[in-house]
């Protein structure tokens, strides 16, 4: 589903993570490990290619999802028009109710995002990550800003995501990391 040979990044002089190597199939999540400032958002942008890589290559498959704390929503725009406008931009359907009712936001589905606390915005951009239904599912910190319901969430969905595609998440939650089948450290 998504492999990476050679890869590495580098900026300036400092590189955060050179001659990595992995193949995930169905069924496989990756934890990425590592301090902050380590090179772990680094390394899932360049796996969602949204940063080239420095050496080596990402071969992944063309339906990606991907949710990260410093992706920005609209905040003029409510959660139901943020899933139309993103569906609009994949080409896939944008399932608004479906989608707001499993991530416990279909009473905000009227409500601008610059209304939204922090864990409404972390449960909206996972609703846009799961919106195509990607064959590999990046998450960077997924659980942070999240109460113990959203927790829960990203539990589900993580095991959800493995019935028929892979997961990669950069965490250094304990939580979190129990449900990797592969771990990697980058920053050593």
């Given amino acids: 589903m998504l492999t990476a040979s050679n890869l ?26 590592g301090q902050n400032g380590s090179g772990k958002s680094t390394l899932l942008k360049t796996l969602a290619s949204l940063v080239p890589p420095t050496e080596g290559k990402v071969t992944a498959p063309g339906n990606l999802g991907y949710s990260a704390l410093d992706m920005a929503v609209y905040p003029a725009l409510t959660a139901a028009e943020h899933l139309e406008l993103t569906a609009d931009l994949r080409g896939c359907e944008p399932r608004v109710d479906e989608l707001l009712g499993r991530v416990g936001l279909q009473s905000a589905k009227d409500q601008q995002a610059h209304e939204f606390s922090t864990g409404m915005k972390a449960r909206l951009k996972l609703a846009i990550a799961i919106q195509a239904k990607p064959e590999v599912l990046l998450l960077d910190e997924p659980g942070a800003g999240l109460d113990e319901t959203g927790r829960k969430l990203i539990e589900e969905v993580v095991a959800g995501q493995l019935k028929t595609g892979a997961v990669i998440l950069a965490t250094n939650d304990p939580l979190e ?3 990797a089948t592969l771990e990697l450290e980058v920053g050593k």
Avoid at 17 to 33: Q, Y
């Fill in 8 to 33: 590495g990044k580098r900026y300036g002089a400092r590189w955060l993570f050179r001659g990595l190597e992995f193949d995930l199939g169905a069924g496989d999540c990756l934890a990425i490990l």
């Fill in 177 to 179: 990391r129990r449900f």
